[in-house]
Nanobody, 118 residues
């Protein structure tokens, strides 16, 4: 059974950096060929793919977020991390990590709500 769990602060101040970690169990982030992604869903809106990291460490980002987003990994902990810089209230959303690319996935974490507010 593949499981993903997001962790990180639930409140971030404007202009700061949002950092979230996804811990994966039941699969290795270095062995699966599909990739590992971050998706977010603002309140009342549809899901938005933010970016992904492949099993070889190659990263891909949504063009609209590329300038503010970084995805990295710690293979020793089987984790991958999202950093979103210079956040604004528009970045308030539920953030999910998934196994997959784009908004297609076969496994997803429960999600973590992040509010951007002073």
């Amino acid at each position: 059974q593949v499981q993903l769990r997001e962790s990180g602060p639930g409140l971030v101040k404007p202009s700061q950096t949002l950092s979230l970690t996804c811990t994966v169990s039941g699969d290795s982030i270095t062995s699966n060929y599909v990739g590992w992604s971050w998706i977010r869903q603002p309140p009342g809106q549809g899901p938005e793919w933010m970016g992904a990291i492949n099993n070889d460490g190659t990263t891909y980002y949504s063009p609209s977020l590329k300038s503010r987003t970084s995805i990295s990994r710690d293979t020793s902990k089987n984790q991958f991390t999202l950093q979103l810089r210079s956040v604004t209230p528009a970045d308030t959303a539920t953030y999910y990590c998934t196994r997959g690319r784009g908004t297609s996935y076969d496994y997803r974490g429960q999600g973590t709500m992040v509010t951007v507010s002073s």
